[in-house]
């Protein structure tokens, strides 16, 4: 009879394995993915102290609808410590990069840290073939740089995540739908000491908006947050709007200026408060 505490140690290896009969045998059959799996896996340790390390690679994978040309991953678990060093995926010339750890106490997964990084290259979004079904005719590149760390807080309803630190760059260039430009947008955050600093400026549109705020990263992340915006024009943003230009010409035009200001607690949605000023 093994004892809770005799040390095991097991590897398995697949290859080929096409995805769908391991979501099948899961009980996830519906879970949106199909490709072809390859994985490496090894166990060690004991019930009370399990541990283990695998690397897995999903080819012609096709995710949400998005085909993939491959996924990479690598896991290591030491019973209150889940690290994926690396996890790596791309799509034709588009690449997104990602490494995160989630430190937990034993056998409780909706509390404890985490911490990530994720970076892609130029994203071109006329590729995504998700998001063309969405949008057909969206162009333009997104890039994105991002590390941050943050606590998971059990509550009744969900998971509370509570960021503790955050610094990233997003931005998106040459925005264009249906050969039409509608410029650029870049968004940055960092976090200095306990407050979280974030701005925001485009033209989209041919519009000027500008946005500014700072969270505490305490109590109850008191926010304060600006977003001025002029020449916003309702043919600009005609063709956002789902509204058919080709032969349609509305007998008007909008123009807006203005500011919006929203102050309150973060995490109490219901005590914010805003305003609207032209």
Request: charged content about 20%; aromatic content about 6%; proline content about 5%.
């Amino acid at each position: 009879r093994l004892e809770l505490e005799y040390p095991t140690t097991a590897s398995a290896a697949i290859t080929g394995l096409p995805v769908e009969r391991v979501l099948a045998v899961a009980g996830k059959g519906e879970f949106p993915a199909k490709g072809i799996l390859t994985a490496n896996a090894q166990v060690s340790g004991t019930p009370d102290n399990p541990q283990g390390s695998g690397d897995f690679s999903l080819s012609k994978a096709v995710l949400y609808d998005e085909p993939l040309d491959q996924v990479r991953a690598s896991l290591t678990y030491t019973g209150q410590l889940i690290e994926i060093p690396s996890l790596q995926i791309s799509a034709g010339s588009n690449h997104i990069d990602f490494n995160g750890s989630f430190a937990h106490p034993k056998d409780d997964f909706e509390d404890g840290n985490v911490r990530f990084h994720v970076a892609s290259n130029q994203i071109q979004l006329a590729q995504l073939k998700a998001l063309q079904k969405q949008r057909p005719g969206l162009a333009g590149i997104l890039q994105v740089d991002a590390d941050g760390s943050a606590t998971l807080k059990k509550t009744k309803e969900a998971p509370q995540v509570l960021i503790s630190n955050l610094n990233a760059n997003l931005a998106a260039t040459g925005i264009e739908l249906n050969k039409k430009q509608f410029g650029d947008l870049t968004a940055k955050a960092s976090t200095q000491g306990q407050n979280l600093i974030f701005n925001i400026d485009s033209d989209f549109a041919k519009a000027a908006i500008h946005g500014t705020g700072q969270a505490q990263l305490t109590g109850d992340y008191p926010l304060t947050a600006q977003l001025t915006f002029s020449n916003v024009t309702y043919s600009g943003l005609q063709p956002f709007l789902g509204v058919q230009s080709s032969g349609f010409r509305p007998g008007f035009e909008a123009l807006a200026d203005g500011s919006v200001t929203i102050k309150g607690p973060a995490l109490k949605p219901d005590d914010m408060t805003g305003d609207l000023r032209d």
